[in-house]
């Protein structure tokens, strides 16, 4: 299982400090609730929104209870995705609002695709966040133009980690 953490550090960052970031422990495991352990870390890749590969560790814990692992997922990431997640808003974005590719088409597509499916969770979201009834009585395509507005004018990463932690996975899962 993958928890999103905020360690509010760039990626530039985060890669530099390795081993040395804050590593954020979870109280208990989420399966069973007893006791987490630290189990290492795993190495993977990030690519920035300028393009650049930077390469970073991800802390794992492992619940010597149920044998289960949870790792710690920088919340500038999708968990699964490599581009980080304001390069990926940021590509949705513009192709929505503008028709304009960051990216060759069919990265664009996917993307895209994995959101337009995610809307009616978006939207169940929102409506939670804000406590009041925010319209969406739209077409597909422009509640999705709509929702990536409101995501791209709002704190996203801060927003991923609260749908992650509220529908357990990302707003970027299939
Ligand atoms: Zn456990």
Known sequence: MQ????????????????KKNDFFLPEECPFCHDKLHKNGFYHRYVISID????SILI????CHHCG???????SFLFPRFQRSLEYIVCCIKEYLLQKKLLLYKRAIYFYLHRFTHNIPGLIA?????????ISFDLARIKKATKLIKMIWSSDAQILSKEYQDHFNQSFMAL
């Open 51 to 54: 393009g650049k590969t930077h």
């Open 68 to 74: 289960r692992t949870v790792s710690i997922l920088p």
């Open 125 to 133: 979201f929102f409506r939670d966040k804000y406590n009041f009834l």
């Open 3 to 18: 928890v999103i953490h905020d360690f509010k550090t760039s990626i530039k960052k985060y890669s530099s400090q390795g």
């Open 59 to 62: 802390r794992r814990y492992r």
